[in-house]
């Protein structure tokens, strides 16, 4: 897990992902091209294993910054209310005598707060404003070759 925000570049920190038929292997190539000035553009980078031409959206460093501010403060704000909702129920639960139902409920909260921000923290660190729009590429962290599940989710597919 990073804790440190990914830098924002000129060209996306994320690589190009040719799946290697029959494996779980990928084949990692740079992207090339350029992040746009402002706003969000479709371009295109080559693939170093099959050729092709595959298209991307990218998005400018200020629109990457701009979102990863946007998903702290999502993260931040689900934080407070879930977890400072949580301990309410379960001081109101102590101060009713015990009652199990808000004090579960109160605890349940508290303990499902790191599930339910993880991807607002995760996003504010690491997104990088690039998408594959073709569904037979994808794109990974630098040195994620395997298709496994890490702890940074490092495989973002193609979708927008
Ligand atoms: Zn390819």
Same mark, same amino acid.
Not at 11 to 20: F, K, M, W
Not at 91 to 109: K, Q, T
């Given at each position: 897990?990073?804790?440190?925000q990914a830098?924002?570049?000129?060209?996306p920190r994320?690589?190009?992902?040719?799946?290697?038929?029959g494996s779980?292997v990928?084949r990692l190539?740079?992207?090339?091209a350029?992040?746009?000035?402002?706003?969000?553009?479709?371009?295109?980078?080559p693939?170093?294993t099959?050729?092709?031409?595959?298209?991307?959206r990218?998005?400018?460093?200020?629109?990457v910054?701009?979102?990863r501010n946007?998903?702290l403060?999502?993260g931040v @704000?689900?934080?407070? !209310?879930?977890?400072? $909702? /949580?301990?309410?129920l379960?001081?109101?639960?102590?101060?009713?005598?015990?009652?199990?139902?808000?004090?579960?409920l109160?605890?349940?909260?508290v303990?499902?707060t790191?599930?339910?921000t993880g991807?607002?923290?995760?996003d504010?660190?690491?997104?990088?404003?690039a998408?594959?729009?073709?569904?037979?590429?994808?794109?990974?962290e630098p040195?994620? @070759?395997?298709d496994h !599940?890490?702890?940074d $989710? /490092?495989?973002y597919?193609?979708?927008l």
């Amino acid at each position: 897990m990073r804790l440190r925000q990914a830098p924002v570049d000129a060209t996306p920190r994320l690589e190009l992902a040719h799946r290697v038929p029959g494996s779980d292997v990928y084949r990692l190539h740079p992207i090339t091209a350029r992040r746009p000035s402002a706003g969000t553009v479709d371009t295109a980078t080559p693939c170093g294993t099959c050729g092709e031409t595959v298209p991307l959206r990218l998005s400018s460093a200020e629109w990457v910054r701009s979102q990863r501010n946007r998903q702290l403060l999502l993260g931040v @704000t689900v934080l407070l !209310v879930q977890a400072g $909702g /949580g301990v309410l129920l379960i001081v109101w639960g102590i101060r009713l005598g015990w009652s199990i139902l808000p004090a579960l409920l109160g605890f349940l909260l508290v303990m499902l707060t790191p599930f339910t921000t993880g991807e607002q923290f995760r996003d504010s660190r690491e997104e990088d404003g690039a998408v594959s729009l073709d569904p037979g590429h994808t794109l990974r962290e630098p040195g994620n @070759t395997y298709d496994h !599940v890490d702890s940074d $989710g /490092g495989n973002y597919e193609a979708g927008l």
